[in-house]
């Protein structure tokens, strides 16, 4: 186990060769023990809360630091950086926590909150159900395996980023005016439609592959 341990992490060595190099994009500068280590732990990314964190109008009430080395020129100097925040109001498995202002005026507009209205447990699921899973992950899923629109990013209008299935009466009647679409529209290349085909086929196989595998598995 050691071994296997010591040769999984032996492909690191490229990193603190490559950092040694100095080359233009360099992440960390991961050159010493310190900031190898800061490049192992991810600090070059900000943190983000998965399981308990903020809501997005909590305010900080604490500030914890640690205590880290960076490399000067002939020694190493210990400094004090922030390492977390306490806030004043957390919740379980925080998903409408983002500081920034554009940020929370999106979350106001799609939960149909006030100005000023706090959000309670029930906005932060209601966010993931609708938007995370229901718009962004299922929306990406469709779009392979049932058509897209166009390559716009889209957020929640009827003419971008939609997913798009090429039968004109279902389209139709989730996005309206498909008899009516302009030449520039029609002939987009990012425009793609498969007609639920490759989803068929593979509910198909899945089907398939449960059947056969099943008896297999019990025998």
Known sequence: MFCFILFGYSSYTMVLIRGKANPSLNNNAPDNVFSFLG??????????????????????????????????????TAFTQVDKYAFDRETFFPRIYSQDENHQAYYRSYLKLKEGERPQFSDNFKFFFNFQLGEMYARYFLWNFVGRQNDKQGYGSYTEGNW????????????????????????????????????????????????TINPILWY
Request: charged residues 25%; aromatic residues 14%.
């Open 39 to 76: 490049y192992l732990g991810r600090e070059q990314y900000t943190r983000e809360p998965l399981v308990k964190g903020p809501y997005y109008d909590s305010k900080a009430v604490d500030v914890q630091s640690k205590t880290s080395y960076r490399k000067d020129e002939s020694n190493y």
């Open 164 to 211: 798009l299935s090429g039968v004109k009466t279902l389209d139709n009647w989730r996005l309206g005016g498909q008899h009516h679409l302009s030449e520039s529209q029609q002939h987009d290349p990012s425009r793609n439609t498969y007609f639920f085909l490759p989803l068929l086929l593979g509910i198909a196989g899945a089907i398939w592959m449960y059947k």
